[in-house]
């Protein structure tokens, strides 16, 4: 099911589809790195709450909340490991655009990029196994920097 709007998603990556996007270490607390796991089974920390938090369309931005720690999808910095953290939602490391790149195979695939200019979701090194880091690195469109979205 291709991402249709706020609500609870696996945020899977394109290049390696057994994988989605994890708070590492499973647990409550903020601050944890994301990594890839894999996705099943799916456990609160690799679920996302999408929400709308401002804007329409192609100029929609969004949070992205774990259900696990309740903290928000943080892109810390230029080509950094994404994290969550307890932010204001108003803070731009917090909000991303979703955007639609293309039909790929039989998946609607998204980038996923910061408002902050820190960059867009990327699999470091354009790695596809349990326990790559997800950066916040610069734009490339890539494989590695393609998503789908699956509810939850």
């Known amino acids: 099911m291709p991402f249709s709007g706020p609500g609870v998603y696996s945020i899977v990556s394109y290049q390696g589809p057994n994988y989605n996007a994890n708070s590492w270490g499973g647990g409550p607390q903020v601050g944890q790195q994301v990594r890839l796991f894999a996705k099943n089974p799916l456990t609160d920390n690799a679920k ?3 929400a709308l938090a401002k804007g329409t369309g192609d100029n929609a931005e969004y949070l992205i ?3 696990a720690n309740g903290a928000y999808l943080t892109a810390t910095g230029k080509n950094t490991i994404t994290s969550c953290q307890d ?3 108003t803070d ?3 909000r991303w655009t979703l955007k639609y790149y293309k ?3 039989k998946y609607d695939v998204y980038t996923v990029t910061s408002v ?3 960059g867009q979701l990327n699999c470091e ?3 596809a196994t349990q326990g790559t880091n997800i950066l916040s ?3 490339e469109n890539g494989d590695n920097t393609m998503w789908y979205f699956e509810a939850a």
């Open 116 to 118: 902050s200019g820190n």
């Open 65 to 67: 909340i774990n259900l």
């Open 103 to 105: 039909k790929q195979d």
């Open 92 to 94: 731009p490391e917090v």
């Open 48 to 50: 996302w709450q999408v």
């Open 125 to 127: 090194g354009s790695g």
């Open 87 to 89: 932010k204001l939602p």
């Open 137 to 139: 690195w610069q734009i």
